[in-house]
């Protein structure tokens, strides 16, 4: 998430009450996750395992739960706790503001676009030409729809990121004020859901075709000509490259890349990433050909173990 202008490092530190390092007019321009990050952002850090990460990154100003060492040209915000100061950022830079009508007078909806009865669309919403969203389906503030886009019923665009901190008695939530990016002939089935970034975009590249139930994770990038069947669900922060299909019920794990032109068979699931265009079956997904040998293998299993009995 960029800010509506540049503050400085003591203004952040101001409205968090906590110490910082580094220069007080030191320049910060947004805030986003570890993945996201660019210089003028601040990034977050709250585990001994991901300080080095966090200093190394991109992000010139790093929010975190000790003091270290500040690397050459960045800055530091000292917090206790570094997750809940995050989000108390994000309330400050980005308030969540009740609609008090079913489609934002601020929307901008394009020429020959038809939007049926009982959708929801939020603030800032951006909806092309030539479009058509059907019943029921909820659009979350923020969200680019492009041109020749269906929506189909009851869909939801722009919930909020599954992401939690196990505090032991409770989980804390990320709050998420990232938004959702549509590009153009995308077409999305009855009751699907793709989440907004927790401070990035969600994006579903041109041409992608969603099947009914199907679950997308925050700060996903699908890429273009992707083709994505019933129930499949896929994670936070995956990047699918252009021309994946995925058929029905495959499951894919959070933080990782799909190799272009890939396939994945029904009821796949994806545990690492993929580097190489396959066709993948199983679980854990496998190339094809060998998972189809190893499912061969195990239903000659009980006519071995008869004959061993019997010898």
């Given at each position: 998430?960029?800010?509506?202008?540049?503050?400085?490092?003591?203004?952040?530190?101001?409205?968090?009450?906590?110490?910082?390092?580094?220069?007080?007019?030191?320049?910060?321009?947004?805030?986003?996750?570890?993945?996201?990050?660019?210089?003028?952002?601040?990034?977050?850090?709250?585990?001994?395992?991901?300080?080095?990460?966090?200093?190394?990154?991109?992000?010139?100003?790093?929010?975190?739960?000790?003091?270290?060492?500040?690397?050459?040209?960045?800055?530091?915000?000292?917090?206790?706790?570094?997750?809940?100061?995050?989000?108390?950022?994000?309330?400050?830079?980005?308030?969540?503001?009740?609609?008090?009508?079913?489609?934002?007078?601020?929307?901008?909806?394009?020429?020959?676009?038809?939007?049926?009865?009982?959708?929801?669309?939020?603030?800032?919403?951006?909806?092309?030409?030539?479009?058509?969203?059907?019943?029921?389906?909820?659009?979350?503030?923020?969200?680019?729809?492009?041109?020749?886009?269906?929506?189909?019923?009851?869909?939801?665009?722009?919930?909020?990121?599954?992401?939690?901190?196990?505090?032991?008695?409770?989980?804390?939530?990320?709050?998420?004020?990232?938004?959702?990016?549509?590009?153009?002939?995308?077409?999305?089935?009855?009751?699907?859901?793709?989440?907004?970034?927790?401070?990035?975009?969600?994006?579903?590249?041109?041409?992608?075709?969603?099947?009914?139930?199907?679950?997308?994770?925050?700060?996903?990038?699908?890429?273009?000509?992707?083709?994505?069947?019933?129930?499949?669900?896929?994670?936070?922060?995956?990047?699918?490259?252009?021309?994946?299909?995925?058929?029905?019920?495959?499951?894919?794990?959070?933080?990782?890349?799909?190799?272009?032109?890939?396939?994945?068979l029904a009821q796949s699931g994806v545990g690492k990433a993929v580097e190489e265009k396959g066709t993948f079956l199983g679980s854990p997904a496998?190339?094809?050909?060998?998972?189809?040998?190893?499912?061969?293998?195990?239903?000659?299993?009980?006519?071995?173990?008869?004959?061993l009995k019997n010898e």
């Amino acid at each position: 998430m960029k800010f509506s202008k540049t503050y400085s490092l003591s203004e952040i530190a101001s409205i968090l009450s906590c110490k910082f390092i580094g220069e007080p007019d030191f320049p910060v321009q947004g805030m986003n996750e570890i993945h996201m990050v660019e210089p003028g952002d601040i990034v977050f850090v709250d585990h001994p395992k991901y300080y080095d990460k966090a200093l190394a990154s991109a992000a010139t100003i790093v929010l975190i739960n000790k003091e270290v060492e500040c690397p050459q040209g960045k800055a530091l915000l000292i917090s206790e706790d570094p997750f809940s100061d995050f989000n108390k950022l994000a309330k400050h830079f980005k308030k969540f503001q009740p609609s008090i009508q079913a489609i934002s007078p601020n929307a901008k909806i394009g020429e020959n676009t038809h939007i049926q009865p009982n959708v929801f669309i939020g603030d800032n919403v951006e909806i092309g030409k030539d479009c058509i969203i059907h019943a029921n389906v909820s659009i979350g503030s923020g969200t680019k729809i492009g041109n020749r886009v269906i929506i189909h019923s009851g869909s939801v665009l722009g919930g909020d990121a599954f992401y939690y901190k196990n505090r032991g008695d409770h989980f804390d939530k990320l709050i998420s004020t990232g938004n959702v990016v549509i590009e153009d002939d995308v077409e999305i089935g009855a009751l699907t859901t793709i989440d907004r970034g927790v401070s990035g975009t969600t994006l579903i590249g041109q041409g992608t075709k969603i099947d009914n139930q199907v679950q997308i994770g925050h700060d996903t990038q699908i890429g273009k000509r992707c083709l994505i069947a019933s129930q499949v669900g896929i994670a936070g922060c995956v990047v699918v490259e252009d021309e994946v299909t995925f058929w029905g019920q495959v499951g894919v794990i959070s933080g990782i890349r799909i190799a272009k032109g890939s396939t994945f068979l029904a009821q796949s699931g994806v545990g690492k990433a993929v580097e190489e265009k396959g066709t993948f079956l199983g679980s854990p997904a496998g190339p094809f050909k060998q998972k189809a040998r190893e499912i061969a293998s195990l239903s000659m299993l009980p006519k071995l173990i008869k004959k061993l009995k019997n010898e």
